[in-house]
């Protein structure tokens, strides 16, 4: 399961009794991005920073299909970088 801002998912798997994705009504709209990352992590998408170790660590990067968010084209990264990478996108994109 994961937090962001409102909202949680469970990866595939997940028992049939917590299968989903949980949105804060008032972040529910096409304004705010909590639905779609959540709705990626029903998809298997994981975060950029796993393996991060809770944001003390540089998450390791020998291999992209077992570190990171899994994806070969974005490598992985701490937390702290993912959070400011994110603001950098909403003030960019308002
Ligand atoms: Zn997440």
Same mark, same amino acid.
């Given at each position: 399961?994961?937090?962001?801002?409102?909202?949680?998912?469970?990866?595939?798997? *997940?028992? !049939? $009794?917590?299968?989903?994705?949980?949105?804060?009504?008032?972040?529910?709209?096409?304004? +705010?991005?909590?639905? @779609?990352?959540?709705?990626?992590?029903?998809?298997?998408?994981?975060?950029?920073?796993?393996?991060?170790?809770?944001?003390?660590?540089?998450? *390791?990067? !020998? $291999?992209?299909?077992?570190?990171?968010?899994?994806?070969?084209?974005?490598?992985?990264? +701490?937390?702290?970088? @993912?959070?400011?990478?994110?603001?950098?996108?909403?003030?960019?994109?308002?």
């Amino acid at each position: 399961m994961q937090w962001l801002l409102g909202g949680y998912a469970y990866y595939p798997g *997940a028992s !049939s $009794s917590v299968d989903g994705a949980v949105i804060a009504y008032n972040l529910f709209n096409y304004n +705010n991005p909590v639905t @779609a990352h959540e709705l990626g992590h029903g998809f298997n998408l994981r975060h950029t920073f796993e393996g991060d170790g809770g944001n003390t660590v540089c998450p *390791a990067n !020998s $291999s992209c299909t077992t570190q990171g968010d899994l994806c070969c084209d974005t490598p992985p990264t +701490n937390k702290m970088i @993912a959070a400011q990478q994110t603001l950098v996108q909403a003030l960019a994109f308002g």
